[in-house]
């Protein structure tokens, strides 16, 4: 696994480092924001040493240290590296900071990726997608400031935006726009390459996050995973969202189950050129949830464990073997 040395300048000011890696989880994007004396950071890495490899590559553009950090949401391949800035002002929204308590803790990765047995499917799933991260050590910190609807940013002479778009990906997600750029930095209400995951939805939700994102007009959009997107991009990843839910919605109207139904999509061939297939089984799981008044909390290991069932049964297909 090589980690970029490098930063990807998407506009004045703002540097992207992009693991770059699809196919696979974790892997996700972290916007460095720089002016004058200031530094921010939009999303800490996975474990400390993916941490070392942005600061290692930032180091050429970065004033001193990163005063403040955003959350885009809770999810630990966005906040896990939070801990390695312990003078940090960290934002993310009320709700992401309410609902911090339902995500897999740096200890429970650990077991997932260590105890669980490998040769069923949630270790085997575990450990092919998860199993590179050292969670060990990892602490989970908390965000210090939160707020609801916008919050205002300034790092040196750039504006930023912080925009609550949840619950969407997640039950506190923000988008983060800079308008003297624009740039959108997404989180991920966006990925690139991959079929998305979504742990709150419904997909209705994640499109009307989408369309917050073009009203902003902006000229570059960067995901939570993937390569840095379009407006264009941004109406395609509409457009798939909007056929999922109708595919979903049908057979949820014929009586098939949740599992049968994503099996059933995913038979069909839905955009079978895209990375993690097995995603469409929480995706549908979720929908299902909400076509069925459930309002309990989803629970993000069974839902992982039932998109591990899928892709089990389907391995020797994809291109990790
Ligand atoms: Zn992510």
Redesign the pocket.
């Known amino acids: 696994m090589k980690l970029p040395d490098g930063l990807i300048q998407v506009a004045d000011g703002l540097h992207l480092w992009a693991p770059g890696y699809t196919g696979t989880w974790?892997f996700?994007n972290c916007l460095l924001i720089v002016s004058g004396e200031e530094a921010a950071l939009v999303d800490t890495p996975y474990d400390q040493a993916m941490t070392e490899a942005l600061m290692g590559a930032a180091e050429t553009v970065l004033p001193g240290a990163v005063r403040t950090i955003v959350n885009t949401h809770v999810?630990g391949?966005?906040t896990f590296g939070n801990g390695c800035f312990p003078d940090a002002e960290i934002i993310a929204t009320k709700a992401s900071a309410e609902h911090l308590c339902h995500e897999p803790s740096p200890q429970q990765m650990h077991f997932l990726t260590h105890q669980t047995p490998a040769d069923q499917p949630l270790g085997w799933y575990a450990r092919r997608h998860f199993g590179r991260y050292r969670y060990e050590g990892v602490e989970s910190v908390p965000p210090t400031v939160t707020f609801s609807g916008r919050y205002e940013l300034t790092v040196g002479d750039i504006a930023a935006e912080l925009i609550e778009v949840g619950p969407a990906h997640s039950a506190g997600d923000l988008v983060v726009h800079f308008p003297d750029r624009g740039v959108v930095c997404a989180?991920?209400v966006l990925f690139a390459g991959d079929h998305p995951v979504h742990w709150n939805g419904p997909l209705g939700n994640v499109i009307a996050a989408c369309e917050t994102i073009l009203a902003l007009d902006p000229e570059v959009v960067v995901p939570?995973?993937g390569a840095v997107m379009s407006r264009e991009d941004v109406r395609c990843y509409v457009t798939y969202h909007r056929e999922l839910e109708a595919l979903i919605r049908a057979r949820h109207a014929g009586g098939l189950s949740a599992d049968e139904a994503a099996a059933d999509i995913l038979a069909g061939g839905f955009r079978d050129h895209l990375g993690l297939p097995e995603r469409v089984v929480i995706l549908t799981a979720v929908e299902y949830r909400h076509l069925d008044g459930d309002t309990g909390e989803p629970d993000l290991v069974a839902l992982a464990a039932r998109a591990a069932e899928w892709a089990y049964r389907h391995r020797g297909e994809d291109v990790l073997d």
């Open positions: 974790g996700a999810n391949d966005h989180g991920d939570g995973h």
